[in-house]
């Protein structure tokens, strides 16, 4: 038993908590008075996050973080931490998430991202945990008929491994709540993660090139990089480049413990979207980060990236209903809190 959870707390294990949208829950879960196992084998994650979760929830609260560097894989190391916390909930994000590098590797996309879930929950099933957060993705709809996208809308063919393994797993997490109805899952499809922490003390801090939006944008921005390569400007849109759903990763980490209170005592599998609601073309991010960060980016327009969708943007209606949860921050929070993490970590944790 863990000798530090408090009588009203919780235990939350997060499977890569030290990662991107892993470390921002983590300030939230803390927050909640919740307690936090984190594991992260820091493949894609600095060590450093963690201090700076620590310093944004303040010493009380950090004394209620573990970390384990271990492979979410790793059975001895899963079962070990199952035996000394009593876990009550995982929220599972540690997985490969590069769609470009997925094209490349798909025998370790599909192994570690559709593996590590597998061991995870032939340990949950054993240690009697039976709830669990899955982060999927808006990329399940593939190439969207309509919009806005809804929790009905129909699954459809992905473009890549990456996508593949969140398409697969949430199958697979559907079939394991079928057979057991003590299983309580929750799959969260979320659109277009950005922003930081408004402390700027963690963010995204992708490893080599950026291959999403905002992280290249910010780094054009900060000097890194010179200009934003804009893939497609002839598209079905209002200015004829991609539309997407940007959400403040906040705001995410919120749909998590939204998410979490919610399921007590529910059982089987359900679906929400969080994203905004809204579509923003990269023209338009360009132009909302050019504001925030108080010059111009400078842009190349480039041909079309394989495999992108022209648009896609959430109906989060459902999310509302029952989760209660809404998002509060629009693009130009987004851009503003980029900008602040960036501009105070131009080197992200490493300086
Ligand atoms: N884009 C550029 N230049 C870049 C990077 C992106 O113009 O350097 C454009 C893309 O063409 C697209 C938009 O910016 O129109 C957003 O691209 P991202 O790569 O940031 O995000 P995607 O929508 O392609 O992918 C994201 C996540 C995936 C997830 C998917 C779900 O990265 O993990 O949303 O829709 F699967």
Redesign the pocket.
Known sequence: MNDKLDANGTCVLVTGGAGFIGSHTVVCLLEQGKEVVIVDDLSNANEKALDRIAQIVGEEAAERITFVRADVNDRAALDAIFEEFDIDSVIHFAGY?A?GESVEKPIEYYSNNIGNTLTLVDAMRDHGCKKLIFSS???VYGDPDALPLTEESPKKMCTNP??WTKWMIEEILRSVAFADPEWDIVLLRY??PIGAHPSGLIGEDPKGIP????P?VSQVAVGRREA?????NDYDTPDG??V?DYIHVMDLAAGHVAALNWMSDKSGCEVFNLGTGTGTS?LQIINAFSEACGHEVPYVIEPR?PG?VSA?YADCSKAAELLGWKAQYNVADMCRDSWNWQSHNPNGFEG
Do not use: E, M, W
């Open positions: 998430k769609v993705s808006a990329t990456y996508g659109f277009n291959n999403n939006l905002l290249y934003v390569h804009v893939f497609g480049t991609g997407r990269v990236r992108d896609n």
